[in-house]
């Protein structure tokens, strides 16, 4: 499915300056949102998004978006007011099965109902929120200062001779964020997992609105600290196309260096963290001094462990000295030895493998079914990557190489991640022997007129996306920012069926999937 594909006469081409990614925003009637939807679907594209939105003139509307070959198809929907607070509109669960949450949480945070849902259930309110509470809409205060109330969740019920329910979680040892995991069993093996979410409702969203545009990569950035790169950049990405504002190569250059040092820190802890799971402490041990050793260079290179705040509107915060990329490049070789040394420890280790091969399998099919991208639908045969597929600069001058892997399990998702380390060190190299000279930042001018920008980049758990809508004076009218676990998250549900309960921490790990990213 391609931009071009969409003959509608109320659309609008957003520009596409380099480091950018094509998009197209079309509003649309009820037939029209069904019929992009069915198109996607029938074209075997995806659904990126869903999202809801009130106007400051009180017109409320449900937009979603959509993978194209080429870039993003935004579609605007108006609604009626009546007969709910924020109206309705067409569902698309029906169409896209993972739309199911998205339109839930349309609902928790603005009212918009999605008419004809079979789940209908909430998602974000958690019953501490009064029934005529919705925190986006204009007339709500923002402040959520109201007694928990927590209400009863109507988990669907398995029944039959021997079935029983464990109940794990929200609360869990250690640090992780909160989130109820039911399972349905015999004996030990998984019948169904139904998971709830959304905990943690932190008003992200709503204060997008009361951030300027200029600063609002502050906001993004703290949405995943593990993600803190992706989602700024995102960010950026949709303002500087809101703003017409080109980015330079060098800045690009910069920002893609800081995307892969992310990805390949998240990439290391997470191996250590998966041989851990499944007993092989040496294996913690291991990627925990190399990812220490990873975070300490981004700290005295950019003087932040995690990049945050790194990445900025119209460009990045701090350039690379020549001794700096010198210690880049020295760094890439040792990783790189010490990651294969680890990578034969890994394959060779019986243990390891009997616990990797077959467990959480995810199968191409259900992949696709859930919308899956990024590392987990990678390590299930599909290669779709942002930076390959539609190379956006600087991965036009790299050609990234999308790592896929067709077995689906514990051990394809360990593969893959070993795989896009060596990748992410290729591509540092190449982006430091090519790195162009002149500024890595431009000055960034306020719109002068109510405009729209989106933002698609590939994080190291899959592609991150951000529509942003901003008025003239550095206002955001509405900011969303999605992270790719919304499609993954229904799809792990999958994986565990017919695993022992006992497997699905190390199942769950292999996914490491965003908590945070559903409680904007």
């Keep these: ?12 081409r957003l520009g596409c300056s380099p480091g950018q990614v094509a998009a197209r925003v079309v509003d649309v009637d009820e037939a029209g949102w069904l019929g992009i939807a069915r198109t996607a679907q029938s074209d ?33 929907l108006a609604t009626e007011r009546s007969p709910h607070p924020g109206g309705s509109f067409p569902d698309l669960a029906a169409i896209f099965p993972y739309a199911a949450r ?11 109902r999605a008419r004809g849902a079979e789940d209908t259930r909430p998602w974000l309110n958690h019953g501490n929120w009064p029934g005529d509470y919705f925190p986006l809409q204009r ?23 021997g079935v029983h329910e464990i109940a794990v979680g ?24 139904e998971e709830r979410l959304g905990y943690v409702h932190r008003g992200v969203e709503r204060l997008f609105e009361r951030t300027p545009a200029s600063g609002g990569h502050r906001v993004a950035g703290r949405i995943a600290g593990d993600s803190t790169v992706a989602f700024a950049w995102a960010y950026c990405m949709a303002l500087e196309q809101a703003c017409s504002i080109a980015v330079p190569r060098r800045a690009l250059y910069v920002r893609a260096l800081l995307l892969e040092r992310e990805r390949v820190a998240n990439h290391l802890g997470d ?31 950019f003087g932040h462990r995690y990049l945050m705040d790194r990445i900025v509107p119209g460009g990045v915060a701090a350039d690379i000295r020549p001794d700096t990329a010198m210690a880049f490049v020295k760094q890439c070789e040792i990783i790189g ?24 399998r995810l199968t191409a099919d259900v992949a696709a079914h859930f919308g899956v991208r990024g590392m987990a639908a990678r390590a299930s045969g599909h290669a779709f990557d942002v930076r390959a597929t539609l190379q956006p600069a600087p991965y036009d001058d790299v050609a990234v190489k999308a790592t896929s892997d067709p077995r689906g399990d514990v051990a394809a998702r360990v593969a893959v991640r070993f795989a896009e380390i060596d990748e992410s060190l290729r591509l540092i190299r190449a982006l430091l022997a ?78 490491n999937l965003n908590y945070a990213g559903h409680d904007l």
Excluded at 47 to 53: D, E, K, P
């Design 1 to 12: 499915m391609r931009l071009e594909s969409f003959q509608i006469d109320a659309a609008t």
């Design 102 to 112: 998205m339109q839930r949480a349309i609902f928790d945070l603005t009212g918009l």
């Design 271 to 301: 191996l250590g963290a998966l041989g851990n799971d499944a007993g092989f402490a040496f294996g913690l041990a291991q990627f925990s001094r190399l990812k220490e050793d990873w975070i300490r260079m981004n700290a005295h290179a």
């Design 44 to 76: 075997r594209s995806r659904l990126i998004a869903l999202w809801g939105s009130e106007a400051p003139e009180g017109i409320f509307s449900a937009h979603a978006a959509y993978e194209c070959e080429d870039g993003i198809l935004w579609a605007r």
């Design 170 to 193: 929200p609360i869990h040892a250690g640090t992780i964020e909160p989130g109820h995991f039911r399972f349905s069993v015999v004996g030990e093996k998984v019948l169904r997992l």
């Design 139 to 161: 007339q709500a205060s923002g402040v959520e200062k109201f007694e928990s109330s927590e209400a009863d969740y109507p988990f669907v019920q398995v029944a039959g001779d």
């Design 434 to 511: 090519n790195l162009p000279a002149g500024p890595v930042a431009v000055d960034m001018k306020p719109a002068t007129a109510p405009s729209r920008g989106t933002g698609w980049v590939e994080g190291w758990r899959g592609d991150v996306f951000v529509a942003l809508e901003v008025d003239a004076g550095d206002v955001v009218l509405r900011c969303h920012c999605h992270d790719p676990s919304w499609q993954a998250w229904p799809a792990l549900e999958h994986a565990i069926i017919g695993n022992i309960v006992a497997d699905f921490p190390l199942i769950n790990k292999s996914f």
């Design 337 to 360: 030895r010490e990651v294969e040394v680890m990578r034969k420890i890994y394959e060779d280790q019986s243990g390891l493998q009997d616990r990797f091969a077959g467990a959480g």
